[in-house]
């Protein structure tokens, strides 16, 4: 069903998207999911430009981003993507989970924009608003498509996803791989089946994600662990901990990386509300914890990387200025000051939940 955006519904320009600036009215389709898709919306734009210059501002180890999608029914309580739902005139809490934007065109317009003789074949980072192997890249294939444009043009990529739906497209990672520059990095935060299901409903269980790191590591597929994000008194636990870190060590995971919790203006209201309704016993807690600041204090981050690192029997470093390039040891620790994330690996995950 085509028509323009209802009243009170402003449509951000895809080219201006990461800039936050709004425009005029964008005509969309809306499709209503059915048979395994019931229950979701689909909201078809064509896309101005796909391939998206990160804000300087963002302090991104990447400077190129494509996300074919724009809200995620994988239902993250913590997802960093949430408020940028409203920016649509959505609600950051059911419409991000079930009213999915899909850029239709975006294999299309990749081609078009990597193929420009301006272009200088930088790194793409995927996965950094919305996970590309979402519910939706089932019925859409966009993220195929874009990785197969990338494979051909020999452009380098880099893929953050919680979905098991990445190892339909085994072959085709291996092929570009083994032609250029490829990382894959599985976001698992627990193995606790009902942290699992409390707070990240839409996502395949945690064991089959460990499954697949192995098996995209037999394929001989670059491929990490981000264990994230580690949640205070739902997945905290020194040997809840541990237990992921062994999980994602003993299936071959070129690196694990935790990283702490953090709640920005916006994704802090929703989650505490969640919290409120399923945990409250914890909220007093969280209001300790996250009183005027977005991100727990340091020592945090360094409990959990030493943690990691006593797991993978290594000793954690503090990187130089506060960060280590994306390829390096197999435990990363976290900037100066705060516990923001590091790397690409946690800076994707930064941008995603």
């Not at 995927?126 to 452009?155: C, F, S, W």
């Not at 996803?161 to 990382?183: E, H, Q, W």
Request: overall charge positive; aromatic content about 8%; glycine content about 8%.
């Amino acid at each position: 069903m085509a028509g323009r955006a209802p009243e009170g519904f402003r449509w951000p320009l895809e080219d201006e998207e990461d800039a936050g600036r709004l425009f005029a009215y964008q005509p969309f389709e809306r499709h209503v999911g059915r048979g395994e898709y019931r229950g979701l919306e689909f909201l078809h734009v064509n896309a101005r430009t796909i391939v998206n210059r990160a804000p300087a501002a963002s302090r991104m180890p990447f400077r190129y981003t494509i996300n074919a999608y724009r809200g995620c029914s994988h239902a993250c309580t913590y997802c960093f993507a949430r408020p940028t739902h409203e920016l649509l005139g959505l609600n950051p809490a059911e419409d991000f989970e079930r009213r999915v934007v899909v850029k239709v065109n975006a294999v299309e317009r990749a081609r078009a924009e990597l193929s420009s003789p301006r272009w200088s074949c930088d790194l793409i980072a995927m996965g950094t608003n919305t996970d590309p192997y979402q519910a939706a890249e089932g019925k859409y294939h966009l993220t195929r498509g874009i990785i197969e444009v990338l494979a051909e043009m020999r452009n380098p990529f880099s893929i953050l996803t919680k979905s098991t739906l990445v190892l339909r497209d085994l072959p085709l990672l291996a092929a570009a791989s083994r032609r250029g520059f490829v990382r894959v990095n599985l976001s698992i935060g627990t193995l606790d089946r009902d942290v699992w299901r409390l707070t990240e409903p839409g996502t395949p269980p945690p064991e089959k994600r460990v499954e697949a790191l192995r098996r995209l590591r037999e394929a001989g597929i670059a491929c990490g662990a981000l264990l994230a994000p580690v949640l205070p008194g739902l997945s905290d636990g020194d040997d809840q901990v541990r237990a992921v870190a062994q999980a994602c060590s003993e299936a071959g995971a070129v690196s694990v990386t935790p990283v702490a919790l953090h709640l920005r203006p916006g994704v802090r209201e929703h989650y505490l509300s969640w919290l409120a309704a399923n945990r409250p016993e914890l909220v007093e807690m969280y209001e300790r914890r996250f009183l005027h600041r977005a991100y727990q204090p340091r020592q945090v981050q360094r409990h959990l990387t030493a943690l990691v690192a006593e797991v993978m029997g290594e000793r954690p470093e503090r990187p130089l200025g506060g960060r280590r390039h994306p390829i390096g040891s197999r435990t990363r620790t976290a900037p100066a000051g705060e516990a923001a994330p590091p790397g690409t690996e946690a800076a994707q995950l930064e941008l995603f939940g």
